[in-house]
């Protein structure tokens, strides 16, 4: 569905010369749902941006649905879904007469758009606001209204830029089951941007991690985290010499030692040190904390998230990036 070879593209600010993009290479095929990850500015918006021809490659090669974005835009087009950012419906118009025109605007007859129209209604759970003005919907409305708008005229490739912005968690959850079940039903591949780490995780197939402008990361979400040195054991006493004293019990115990005590929230000290399999390094651990007498108020083990993962390429943290 999507090839790119050293896709490009640079920015004129003032004097100088912005790389957004630098000779990114991306391979997705028919049917995955392929999720872009990393920081603002990381040029993710710009790589999707070029795939559904809305800015033209500085340099490099992309073929999106069989066509080149270049010398074949508009064949492109009319390949492909784009939901951005923004929201693709007019306030004042009502829900059904926007997807009837989306229609009329691919090329398809009356008939055939009143149809779709139809289906798009009961595919989103809108058939019972059909007839609502655009902007008396809740934002989880406006949201499938956009991703139905992008699917009228039925394209086997779905470009979603950062879809569920702003909305609520049920709305969130409420949009991805959508999603899911359109990719289950019609094998329609799906290329996202998102700043939620959880959707990339859940959602994705695959995940391309993207700083810099350039894909420093490329593989499903268990792969990437399998880069990272194991799970995240967080222990919690009740003052500094305790903790002092737990972390030394834990030094001899965690794999790839690494043990750090840091002052928590009031009172509390917690010590922390990641290990493989800390579900199984746990009741050894506790045993030799008891021996030791020392009195722990709570154990924690993280399996390893998609942020540790940027963490552990790049130093810094999507999370903190992201906002």
């Known amino acids: 569905m999507i090839r790119t070879r050293e896709l490009t593209r640079c920015f004129r600010v003032g004097k100088e010369t912005v790389e957004a993009v630098r000779g990114v290479d991306i391979d997705v095929a028919a049917g995955e749902t392929v999720a872009l990850l990393g920081p603002n500015g990381a040029g993710k918006s710009t790589t999707l941006r070029m795939l559904t021809t809305l800015l033209e490659p500085t340099s490099g090669t992309a073929t999106v649905a069989g066509r080149d974005v270049r010398a074949e835009p508009s064949e492109v087009r009319r390949r492909i879904g784009f939901v951005g950012q923004g929201h693709g419906a007019a306030d004042d118009q009502r829900v059904h007469d926007e997807l009837y025109s989306q229609g009329l605007l691919y090329g398809l007859d009356r008939r055939t758009a009143r149809r779709r129209a139809g289906d798009l209604l009961e595919t989103f759970d809108l058939a019972a606001v059909g007839r609502r003005e655009v902007d008396t919907l809740s934002g989880g409305q406006r949201r499938r209204l956009d991703v139905a708008m992008g699917l009228v005229h039925r394209p086997g490739l779905l470009f979603l830029d950062e879809p569920s912005a702003g ?8 949009l991805w089951e959508h999603v899911t079940r359109l990719r289950e039903e019609f094998g329609t591949t799906v290329v996202l941007t998102t700043h939620y780490l959880d959707e990339a995780d859940s ?9 810099h402008g350039r894909v420093i990361a490329d593989g499903s979400p268990e792969e990437l985290k399998g880069r990272v040195s194991g799970d995240l054991v967080t222990l919690v006493f009740g003052d500094e010499e305790q903790s002092r004293s737990a972390a030394r019990v834990a030094d001899g115990i965690a794999s790839d030692g690494g043990v ?55 130093g810094r943290s999507l999370r903190e990036e992201g906002r």
């Open 203 to 211: 959602a994705a197939e695959r995940v391309l991690v993207i700083d």
């Open 260 to 314: 750090e005590v840091h002052r928590g929230t009031g009172a509390d000290h917690e010590v922390r040190f990641r290990t493989e399999r800390g579900d199984a390094v746990l009741p050894d651990l506790l045993r030799a904390l008891d021996a030791a007498d020392l009195d722990l108020s709570t154990v924690q083990v993280q399996r390893p998230t998609l942020d540790d993962v940027f963490l552990t390429l790049t």
């Open 167 to 174: 909305l609520d968690p049920h709305s969130r959850a409420d």
